[in-house]
């Protein structure tokens, strides 16, 4: 049964850092396009990052960009969303999911596995 797993998140003042990781289990990791994603509360799901199975890829969303950076580790079948510069806007649940395309599509619809997510809250 494919499962993925968020951790990492947590309570951290505006100006911090956090490693956020998704863990698999039940599939190999490498075969799947992996995308980052977030809930504010009130608001729509967003997309903020993508690291593609075949040549590793990255995206990211311009809301995100130069401060989010995604990775994978194939050997710990985990990847990983280091965030920097944490702002209270930034505030969400974060989820990882699974495209089995070999490229990001850009499109959610094409992610068919997705974590429960792990909260992530920015506040002084």
């Known amino acids: 049964q494919l499962q993925l797993v968020e951790s990492g998140g947590g309570l951290v003042q505006p100006g911090g850092s956090l490693r956020l990781s998704c863990a698999a289990s039940?599939?190999?990791?490498?075969?799947?396009?992996i995308g980052w994603f977030r809930q504010a509360p009130g608001k729509e799901r967003e997309g903020i990052s993508c690291?593609?199975?075949?040549?590793?890829?990255?995206y990211y969303a311009d809301s995100v960009k130069g401060r989010f950076t995604v990775s994978r580790d194939n050997a710990k079948n985990t990847v990983y969303l280091q965030i920097n510069g944490l702002r209270p806007g930034n505030t969400a649940v974060y989820s990882c999911?699974?495209?089995?395309?070999?490229?990001?599509?850009?499109?959610?619809?094409?992610?068919?596995?997705w974590g429960k997510g792990t909260q992530v809250t920015v506040s002084s």
């Open positions: 039940g599939f190999t990791l490498d075969a799947y396009s």
């Open positions: 690291i593609s199975s075949r040549d590793g890829n990255t």
């Open positions: 999911a699974a495209d089995p395309h070999h490229y990001c599509s850009g499109y959610e619809s094409t992610f068919d596995s």
